[in-house]
């Protein structure tokens, strides 16, 4: 059975905390909130607990777990951290921002995929922070939705997706970016973005100087979560580009910043970029119920765009 218990961080409830401390430390697993998405916890030194992520989800197990940390300090046990990253982390922890980091031996395999680097990142989430910090261990997390199912950003879609996969999910109310976290790859001389995400390309780059993001076979060979079919409702999801010509579909669903110049069945639209980020997943979740197409309008690349473009291309299969 999977228990949903409410938190509220500014009136932390140590009964909650304690709740699941206990079950993480006994193997077993925790869905909690993030800035990004709801992750599904277990602990991150323990490799039942990473076979158990892994079964929950039905997620290959060579697609590596990121570690969730309370603090950059606390990341030294579990990766070589560099002058490089401490600059990023200082400049972006708490935030949406994974640093794929040298790993110590005591990450297991299991929760690397078989690397020798692992992924480390701090949320700034409150509830996230109070947990991590009640642990005396890091919290290996990917997102809490069965593979290859839109990301969940809100307690009640871990709840429906992971119901008796998970012991507890603890509810900080919704998740505030929407789409998962920048992977950013820095073992290497030059730094390498995996996966785009809540902390931009510019953004990076203001600090690092050009960055890399490569597409296709490098890409795949380095992330090895990104070979996989992603963020997929159970309808189909077409791209509309507004201005290229488009086969618009006899009934259909839409997402996006403006009216089509067809009728849709039913259309969800957002006011800018970040609330396009915001409502995505979650938007997918509920135009699916519809059993029609989704089309979605190709927004602008810049910034968490970028990411959003990621997410499009993999919804609709086309990555
Ligand atoms: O925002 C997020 O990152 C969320 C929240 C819960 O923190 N987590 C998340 O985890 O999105 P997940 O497992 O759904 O995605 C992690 C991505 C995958 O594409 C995985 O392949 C990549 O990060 N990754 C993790 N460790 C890696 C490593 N050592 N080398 C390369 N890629 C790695
Ligand atoms: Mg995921």
Redesign the pocket.
Known sequence: MTQVLPFDPNKPNRAVLNRAVKLLSDGRLVAFP?E????LGGNGWDSEAAKRIYAAKGRPSD????L?FPSPEAVELSADVSDRAKKLMARFWPG?L?L?LP?KPIVPLAV??G?D???C?M?SHPTARALLSACPFPLA????NVSGRP?PTDAATVAQDLNGRVDLVIDGGPCSVGL??T?L?ITGDAPVL??P??VSLEELESVLGPVAFPRGALELR?????RYRHYAPAVAVLLWKADEPFDWPSQFCFMGQSEPPVRPARQILFDDLAAFAHGYFAGLRDLERENLPIVVQWPDGSGIGRALQDRLKRSAGLE
């Open positions: 993030t990004t998405v709801y992750g697609n590596p777990l990121i969730h949406p994974t794929v790993a690397r995929g690397l680097t692992v992924g990142r949320p997390a990917p997102s809490a990301s998962e976290s992977v790859d995996l996966r995400g809540g380095r992330s090895p979560g990104t």
